[in-house]
């Protein structure tokens, strides 16, 4: 396997800090470029992302043109705290009513398409504890200064040979090192250079979103990046050093679901894509199991594994944004 | 002279305007651990934000100090100093990232002095939205080592480093809105630091407990009879010592400080402690050492100084009610050199030494205005007044 596209196409966050030129660069080129933070129950992070942000690249360097939160129904003060900050607050059930309703990240991700503006779109976690401006302008950064590149995507460490002869390991997560590598390294090999496939800050130009299908729950990582490579290639990618990122810890339980439901959307892209011909039924719950006083209780977790498809197909949006499908 | 009294209640609503600046310096820079004597990463980073905010010129002292001046329309007015110390009481092993509610923040530090620093950072901002130009020089200092042990170096090496003279100071603190500090009581901190032979053998079969020993330091200090004039007191501050329930303490620690609006009664009660400190240890066979980690000699301001005065009309403008209180931070080294000066709060919170110290935001507008009075008071000349 070639590894020349992690040396042409990973960036230091560092190497975009001039603003200005982005900005510039932003201007020159006619882009809208809108923020997206999707939400659920994250009131003791989203004020500071949308201060720093509204604060640094929209008040000081016109590099946003709008922040707005796309919630999954949270049950605390998330949408009053964005609100009260001047970010844009939808709730995802209320965006394109009509469709079948469904809760996710990914169907944040999916309708924050159809009520953002920008030409290219910036999607950030919300629960981001270390949050600064960087997150932002340096996924913006490879997009505005390359036009090869229509996606950047985030990592938080740096594989990099310290002296001749020691490595550090790219310090991705559980799940990225104990499903999304392997399975990369056995069907995508090219792809395992993307160091953390799984993170969760990403900016890409709409006409990239737009084209591809969204699942609406965890896999919708993997499932973009497997789309875009099989759409477009990789070397429409990007992928950014932001140095560190401190996020609440998920159990390992909780981590087990999400690797279920990234096979599963795995699994789902390889029969798409006509590389695998696995002809039973797949099953759709994690099963695990609790003890419950000297009982072993199967704790079930199903996934429906919907999806959505790629936006343009929708009317409403072809309708809106003066688009015709490809 | 007083014109901008009546410019003070419309400050508030513009500084307001850029509120999410002014909570982004306090929150990039307040996350940044800076426990005294470790506060180089938060100087980098409180340095490339004045760099950002366009000050004239931004350096360190000799001391690594961090400065930014705006530079006045004067060329002979001397020089207005604007300060927060930089510095923390928290480790770097604490999680100092802080939550934004609608109206608050908190985090550790936030109010001594994240907030402090994120203020100074902000001002230049600040100053080019109010579309202020001052005729002296401004310079934003934020000084490092000046709690605990770090005894004010910042402070005393830039200020003993500064070669022109300085028209006046207005040092800032997170806390509380309406306190104005014109005067610096004498004070001594101290340890005492009890250790017990941990060796067996005959010579050592009945220890003393370290805990005991200090505990009996205590009760001898708060005999002293204290003077109510000129006002003195001990405030026994920090203990700690012990391994475990079961085991008598082999060591024992005790802080305090000694405050007196007299630098002469200080020394006394000083002294009388040393006493005390020696004897039980000589009764109990104990080693007890007496440290000194810093000192401030007393040093003020009158009630009817200009300064002063200004101070209180630029806050009652504000429907702010003052609160006389000493202070032992860098506004002592001000006055101690002669330097009109005040200390002001910006804002209300709680908690304001653990972990979970809140500030409420609202306030903060009306804290910066309230700043920026008093320094265009001693602009118009309040201290150049003999």
């Not at chain 1, 932001?242 to 892209?269: E, P, S, V, W, Y």
């Not at chain 2, 901008?4 to 307001?16: A, M, N, S, T």
């Not at chain 2, 930089?86 to 608050?104: C, K, M, P, Q, W």
């Not at chain 2, 100053?127 to 401004?138: A, M, Q, T």
């Amino acid at each position: 396997m070639k590894n020349s596209w992690m040396k042409s196409n990973t960036f230091h966050y560092s190497e975009f800090s001039d603003l200005n030129r982005l900005v510039e660069e932003k201007r020159k080129k006619n882009l809208k470029i809108s923020l997206c933070l999707p939400t659920l129950n994250e009131e003791k992070t989203i004020a500071k992302e949308i201060i720093i942000m509204k604060s640094e690249l929209m008040t000081r360097y016109p590099l946003l043109d709008e922040i707005v939160i796309v919630d999954s129904g949270s049950t605390d003060k998330t949408r009053e705290i964005a609100g009260s900050y001047g970010a844009d607050v939808y709730e995802a059930e209320d965006i394109l009513p009509n469709l079948e309703k469904f809760k996710g990240k990914g169907e944040n991700l999916w309708k924050a398409l159809y009520i953002t503006k920008g030409d290219i779109i910036v999607y950030l976690d919300a629960d981001i504890k270390n949050i600064h401006h960087r997150f932002v302008y340096a996924l913006v950064g490879p997009l505005l200064l390359f036009d090869n590149i229509k996606y950047a995507k985030a990592f938080y460490d740096r594989p990099i040979s310290i002296g001749k002869s020691k490595i550090r390991p790219t310090g991705g997560g559980r799940v990225t090192e104990l499903v999304i590598r392997p399975l990369f390294s056995l069907f995508f090999p090219e792809l395992t250079q993307i160091l953390q496939p799984l993170s969760g800050e990403y900016a890409g130009f709409r006409e990239v979103f737009e084209e591809i299908p969204f699942p609406i729950g965890y896999g919708v990582e993997t499932s973009m990046i497997l789309d875009i490579y099989d759409k477009w290639g990789l070397d429409v990618f990007a992928q950014v050093d932001l140095d560190r990122r401190i996020h609440r810890n998920q159990d390992t339980r909780a981590l087990g679901k999400m690797a279920f439901a990234i096979l599963l959307t795995f699994i789902n892209r390889k029969r798409k894509l006509g590389m695998v011909d696995y002809k039973d039924d797949i099953f759709r719950e994690m099963i695990q199991y609790n003890l419950v006083k000297d009982e072993y209780e199967p704790d079930i977790f199903k996934i429906e594994g919907h999806e959505r498809p790629p936006i343009i197909e929708i009317p409403e949006y072809r309708e809106k944004f003066n688009r015709s499908v490809s | 002279m007083d014109q901008y009294l009546d410019k003070l209640p419309d400050f508030v609503e513009k500084i307001k305007s850029i509120k999410e600046a002014i909570i982004a310096n306090t929150v990039l820079i307040g996350q940044i651990p800076a426990p005294t004597f470790k506060e180089k990463r938060r100087t980098t980073v409180f340095m490339e934000r004045l760099a950002e905010f366009q000050v004239d010129e931004c350096s360190t002292d000799g001391y690594r100090n961090p400065i930014g001046i705006i530079r006045g329309t004067s060329e002979t007015k001397p020089p207005i100093f604007v300060v927060a110390h930089l510095d923390t009481i928290f480790g770097r092993d604490v999680d100092h990232y802080y939550t934004i509610a609608e109206n608050s923040i908190t985090g550790p530090a936030i109010m001594d002095n994240s907030l402090g620093v994120g203020v100074l950072a902000s001002l230049p901002e600040i100053f080019r939205k109010l579309d202020l130009r001052f005729e002296s020089d401004i310079v934003l200092a934020g000084v490092i080592q000046s709690l605990g042990k770090g005894n004010l170096r910042g402070i005393r090496h830039l200020l003993k480093t500064w070669a022109t003279p300085i028209r006046g100071a207005v040092c800032i603190e997170g806390a509380e809105l309406g306190r104005l500090s014109y005067y610096a009581d004498g004070m001594i901190r101290c340890e005492v630091d009890c250790n017990i032979s941990t060796a067996n053998g005959w010579e050592h079969k009945f220890k003393p407990n370290a805990i005991l020993i200090v505990n009996e330091v205590i009760n001898q200090i708060l005999e002293l009879r204290l003077p109510q004039k000129p006002r003195s007191r001990v405030i026994i501050g920090k203990t700690s010592g012990g391994f475990k329930h079961g085991m008598i303490a082999y060591d024992a620690m005790l802080g305090f400080e000694i405050q007196s609006k007299s630098d002469r009664m200080v020394k006394a009660i000083f002294n009388d402690i040393q006493d005390i400190v020696e004897g039980i240890s000589h009764e109990n066979e104990v080693e007890l050492n007496l440290k000194t980690l810093s000192n401030i000699r007393a040093s003020s301001l009158k009630y009817n100084n200009p300064l002063v005065k200004s101070s209180v009309k630029v806050m009652k403008k504000l429907d702010l009610e003052p609160v006389s209180e000493p202070s032992e931070s860098e506004l002592s080294i001000f006055l101690s050199r002669k330097i009109p000066s005040v200390t002001l709060g910006i804002t209300r919170g709680d908690n304001y030494h653990l972990e979970n110290a809140t500030i409420e935001i609202e306030p903060i507008f009306k804290g910066i205005a309230q700043i920026i009075g008093v320094l265009l008071a001693i602009d118009s000349g309040v201290c150049d007044e003999k």
